[in-house]
């Protein structure tokens, strides 16, 4: 079979701009914050914070500017270099809808830009989203995000949502890590893209596996609706580990592609050919080459 070839972007200028940083636990998922939080404070950029705020606290009593959060935030937010909105605040200014909440960001980003700041850093803790499957709201979280994409490529933006499991229902993990699919940081593996090329990286074991299966669910999803598409280029030469669990979901899901979608496979360690043949590779799986 003749290789299939596609022209993939450098990871360093895929949309990693906008992350989805997902952790098991609080603590997990407070120290990667406030490492970013931290980077972006130090950088010069204004920070933009959206969180829990318990009542009657203030936000300099918030767990970003405690011991455990991230350095120089108290200073920041006296100085207001950070600012702190809880979310009943944002429910009350913009509810729950796409317009509302991109109306506040970019509310928001054109203030810091017209307040002279050279970047705009903006981050929110796990919303708790009450969302069903098949509720309107699924289609609004997908709407926002995606013009959350659209102000990083309009503006020096770079955005940090927060997925923190225990927090969320199943059909809020699945949906949140399908739309991040692009940029996805969930412990000892991560994930780059862009429209029709992905590349994940790390371990995958069954601790993720479902997560893993909702990013290549969502990269799949944005294939078939790109001009570029409709398949999915995988570039696999980051992969450490792949177990049986991760492995049957990626050809499951190769599986129930349309009939005029194929997965392309670039790259990667020998192991994983002969697991995906084991596990029962199908006709939509196609083989690409080396990665570019």
Known sequence: MTPL???RPDPASATSAHTLLVADAVDQGRRGTASWVERELARGSKVYYKGWLPDGRR?????????AG????????????????????????CGITADGVLGLYREEIERALDGQWPTVAMTQESPALPMADGADLVGEYAAWESGFDAFTQRWPVRLLCQLTVPDENETAVWETVAVHHRAVLDGAWSAVGDVCWWRPRGDLDAH???????????????ARGSGDGPDLH???????????????????AARSAPEDQHVVLHGGP???????????????????????
């Open 5 to 7: 070839l596609h022209a």
């Open 234 to 252: 995988l570039d696999l030469s980051e992969v450490d580990f792949m177990d049986v669990a991760c492995a049957q979901i990626l050809m499951l």
């Open 70 to 93: 991230a350095r120089g935030a108290r200073e920041a937010l006296a100085s207001g270099q950070l600012e702190f909105l809880d979310f009943p605040a944002v429910v009350e200014r």
């Open 59 to 67: 936000p300099d009593q918030h767990w970003i500017a405690g011991p």
């Open 270 to 292: 020998r192991f994983l050919r002969r697991l995906f043949d084991a596990v029962g590779r199908p006709a939509s799986v196609r083989e690409g080459g080396d990665a570019p």
């Open 208 to 222: 993720v596996a479902r997560r893993f299966g909702a990013a290549v669910h969502g990269a799949l999803r944005a």
